[in-house]
């Protein structure tokens, strides 16, 4: 198993940054890839963007492409969503994900990002 957790959320007013950060524990040496999703108020769950783990390649969703940066730090088991130019439409839970091969089978708890206007 692989345990996330998800820390670095907050408020922030809209055009600002925020860096969130995924620790992950377990046996990291079975993990493919750490996916980043969100998931706002009355909206299906959204995937952002994901990072190979030993490769360390990124891939992004449209809508936050040129805004966003996945990077992982290896040592410290981490990997990291950085957000800028922040929107009120990106007001959502963000939740990092264990991507172990074939899907996405461990979820971290969530951590609140709200973008005030």
């Known amino acids: 198993q692989v345990q996330l957790v998800e820390s670095g959320g907050g408020l922030v007013q809209a055009g600002g940054s925020l860096r969130l950060s995924c620790a992950a524990s377990?046996?990291?040496?079975?993990?493919?890839?750490v996916g980043w999703f969100r998931q706002a108020p009355g909206k299906e769950r959204e995937f952002v963007g994901h990072i190979t783990w030993n490769g360390g390649f990124p891939d992004y969703a449209p809508s936050v492409k040129g805004r966003c940066t996945i990077s992982r730090d290896i040592a410290k088991n981490t990997a990291y969503l950085q957000m800028n130019s922040l929107k009120p439409e990106d007001t959502a839970v963000y939740y990092c994900?264990?991507?172990?091969?074939?899907?996405?089978?461990?979820w971290g708890q969530g951590t609140q990002v709200t973008v005030s206007s």
């Open positions: 377990g046996r990291i040496f079975t993990l493919y890839a």
């Open positions: 994900a264990a991507h172990m091969g074939s899907d996405y089978a461990y």
